[in-house]
């Protein structure tokens, strides 16, 4: 046994909510993964696993067909699209529009709702932090013909609800910030903006992808007309997402081709991983409480552990108004990507907040938008913790972090000697 690997020795059932059989490897030797990367994407839960076998091969039938099985299938569905409606506090079933994603929820409401409304004006507001999932359709609006405005953000990455209200123009139709950041948790006025908006008229989306099943999403305190979510960022499975749309907003669809979703988003619905959608975000919001307290503790014990260990460092994002689970931090002097494979190297996973655009480093847009110096946002790196992890994950991370900053530093042609 490696020095740098450790025994399963976890009591895997310590926290209910941990999936089964992780950290087990399966070569030579057991090192334990520990998995900080929740952000990007998360371990289905058993309980959610088990809930969509039923409608692989049982219940599979085609919820569009007129026969029995197919009025099951649509039961689930039906069932399943009135959960969600409760968990987010939409008034009505129909208010959900079950997608392929995250990113076609953005796009169904970015594209689907200026398109719809064009009659309305072409002008759309959205920040300079959103996911590329919110600022590509934007671009691609711009190209035809829309105009833009991309709000700029503080030093935490947080929206000015006062900046939306300055933007604001006769011919914009929409606005869309999100909810949370994904790379530094950064939690923005929601409610605020959305309340604004209301009383002006203008529809309002957020990518809620990062908050929902993480924190409370309802619909109607958040004062929004479109809201996205995904699965994989709550426990379910990848390749769902679901778009909240009020009443009476209208849309054009992107998918063209049968009546499914009532005529919003075409193509048999993937009603496992529906039910899957479901399952994940009733039991995440079940356990929210008691959970994101566990998060917050894991994530300053990290934040602690790590400004008394290490030098030179920078916690991003907002002092409070943050999401529990994600701590991002800047080493100086070193590159993030550095960080990434040597803890790697050591079963734990992390990302860097600089997104890795085809093979050239660049800096992430939302630290530079953020005023963080280009050298010191190469060293970004995010922990986003989730249900399977426990504070000897902490321990360890804080056992071997400081030696590969140091050695780094100490390779480093930029760090002061
Ligand atoms: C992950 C993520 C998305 C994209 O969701 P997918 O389901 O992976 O397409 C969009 N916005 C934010 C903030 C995200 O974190």
Redesign the pocket.
């Known amino acids: 046994m490696k020095r740098s690997c450790r025994q399963v020795g976890t009591k895997e059932n310590e926290n209910p909510l941990a999936p089964l059989g992780r950290g087990e490897g399966e070569g030579d030797f057991h090192m334990k993964k520990i998995y900080l990367d929740h ?1 990007a994407t998360t371990p289905v839960q058993p309980l959610v696993v088990k809930e969509m076998e039923k409608y692989f091969t049982g219940i599979f039938a085609n919820p569009s067909s007129v026969h029995s099985p197919g009025q099951e299938a649509a039961d689930a569905l039906m069932e399943a699209r009135e959960a969600v409606q409760g968990l987010i506090g939409a008034s009505k079933p129909e208010e959900i529009i079950f997608t392929g ?3 076609e929820a ?1 796009n169904l409401a970015i594209k689907g709702i200026t398109s719809a409304n064009e009659k309305k004006g072409r002008h759309v507001i959205t920040s300079v932090v959103e ?1 590329h ?1 919110v600022l590509s359709p934007c671009k691609s609006l711009e190209k035809s013909g829309y105009r833009v405005t991309y709000l700029p953000v503080d030093k935490y990455g947080m929206v000015n609800p006062d900046d939306v209200r300055k933007a604001v123009a006769a011919d914009t139709v929409l606005v869309s910030i ?1 909810m949370v950041n ?1 790379e530094i948790g950064t939690i923005n006025p929601i409610p605020e903006i959305g309340k604004m908006l209301k009383e002006k008229g203008i529809f309002f989306h957020t ?1 809620a ?2 908050a929902a099943g993480k924190m409370p999403v309802n619909v109607e305190a958040l004062f929004v007309d479109a809201l996205s979510i ?1 699965a ?2 709550f426990y379910g499975p990848k390749g769902v ?1 679901a778009l909240y749309l009020r009443a009476g907003t209208r849309l054009k669809p992107l998918i063209e081709g049968g009546h499914h979703e009532k005529n919003r988003r075409a193509g048999t619905e993937n009603v496992a991983g529906i039910r899957g959608l479901a399952k994940a975000l009733a039991i995440a919001v079940e356990s929210m409480g008691p959970e994101t307290k566990r998060l917050l503790k894991l994530r300053n014990m990290l934040k602690n552990g790590l400004s008394g260990s290490i030098k030179n460092i920078y916690v991003m994002g907002h002092p409070e108004k943050v999401m529990a689970n994600t701590l991002n931090v800047c080493f100086e002097w070193i590159e993030g990507e550095s960080i990434i494979l040597n803890l790697d190297l050591k079963g734990i996973s992390v990302s860097s907040g600089s997104a890795c655009t085809s093979g050239s480093l660049e800096p992430s847009h939302v630290l530079m938008s953020m005023g963080v110096d280009s050298a010191l946002a190469q060293g970004s790196i995010r922990f986003s913790f989730g249900t399977d992890n426990a504070e000897e994950d902490v321990k360890y991370v804080l056992e071997v972090l400081p030696e590969i900053v140091s050695r780094l530093r100490s390779m480093s042609p930029i760090a002061p000697k």
């Open positions: 952000n994603s995250g990113t953005n996911h999932a999100m994904n990518d992808v990062q995904s994989h960022k997402g």
